[in-house]
């Protein structure tokens, strides 16, 4: 499959690494088309990888991941174009996370609202599935590095969508009864605001490669 | 040892009981002394079980329990007396829930500030420990309910606290390999800001008694 990947971060070059080795083109998206990571990163992750704008990204993917900065998710989005996000499942993996006043971040949308949802709102024809972004990128691509049946969710108004991007979790090793569907897009409120405590379970287990288990009574 | 328990809601009364059950002396204080739900707690609840204001159970106890509704926490904190938390270990069990715009719920403080942290600041010298409100009041205090290894956090400024606190959550059943020390008062904002998602776990599972594992990678 042909997939569009925004941002050329750690997390964007992972999981474009491994979207590259599962067999998927995939073509990275950057502000500048000539920005030298997503370059570099093209070059080392062999023929059916390319890089190029936003825009290029979204309009070669028939499925687009937003792994941008949350605060500057939605600009990255406008750059690729609505009429190349339309129709298509956009996995938005990004966090509003604002590191402007310091340590810790705080959220730059909260409470009663979520970056899922600013996204799903600004791009109607897209059907973005909110997934991932309870987890560092070492963990996204390779659950099993952390122990247990810990679990990942997925969140959008969109079932054929969510199924979708269910199979690449499970493409990415998470067992399918590792991913939990938390309901619409609005539950990206739910996902976004664990971060402040993602946040303090990272610091006190002194590394991120770390999930969470849900545990129910009587299962 | 004498506790005040604030609140009379299914929290205050879930934790009175089983205080008193672990052979504690328990008050519970609401903003009317003749409240009917305390009277009724304290009449079933065993000789050692006495109701009154909330500056009654406060004066009354050792340590106080916060288990009011967490928009109206701070209010009777006023009511109970600054001077009646001073030195005390102050859990404080409530989440800053808003139910006026309906459902699911906002939070009435969070992201850069938390309901932990208006209480540290406003009662100085009280030892708050947050911890338990990420879980429901059944959970609370009978952990086994849930099966696997679930963690509960707790926070506070005061390490004297946070272990005296953690001794009531091992009498309460929790094991002492799952409580977690999330660190200063300030880590409240992850464990308030968990709710929504905690609601729609809940959601998901469709039952309260749930609760969630941290897993580590190398452990």
Redesign the interface.
């Known amino acids: 499959m042909k997939i569009g990947v925004l941002g050329t971060g750690i997390v964007g070059r992972t999981l474009a690494s491994k979207l590259a080795e599962l067999g998927h083109e995939v073509r990275m998206g950057s502000r500048d088309a000539a920005n030298e990571q997503a370059a570099e990163w093209a070059a080392s992750a062999g023929d059916g990888a390319s890089n190029g704008t936003f825009a290029d990204a979204a309009s070669f993917g028939e499925v687009v991941v937003n792994a941008t900065s949350g605060t500057a998710s939605l600009d990255a989005l406008r750059a690729a174009g609505a009429e190349n996000l339309s129709g298509k499942l956009l996995v938005d993996v990004a966090n509003p996370l604002d590191f402007s006043?310091g340590m810790?971040p705080?959220?730059s949308v909260?409470?009663?609202d979520s970056l899922g949802e600013q996204i799903q709102r600004e791009f109607p024809d897209a059907r973005v599935v909110k997934t991932l972004n309870t987890v560092n990128a070492g963990?996204m691509v390779e659950p099993a590095?952390?122990?247990?049946d810990?679990n990942i969710f997925v969140c959008g108004d969109d079932d054929a969508a969510k199924a979708q991007a269910s199979e690449l979790l499970e493409a990415f090793g998470w067992p399918e009864r590792s991913i939990?569907?938390?309901?619409g897009i609005d539950?990206a409120?739910?996902?976004e605001?664990?971060?402040?405590?993602?946040?303090?379970?990272f610091?006190?287990?002194g590394?991120p490669?770390?999930?969470?288990?849900?545990?129910?009574?009587?299962?």
Chains 1, 2 share one sequence.
Do not use: E, S
Request: charged share 15%; with cysteine.
């Open positions: 006043g810790p705080k959220l909260c409470n009663d963990v590095a952390v122990p247990g810990h939990l569907d938390l309901g539950a409120r739910g996902t605001m664990y971060l402040p405590l993602w946040l303090r379970l610091q006190a287990a590394t490669q770390v999930n969470i288990q849900l545990h129910i009574a009587g299962r």
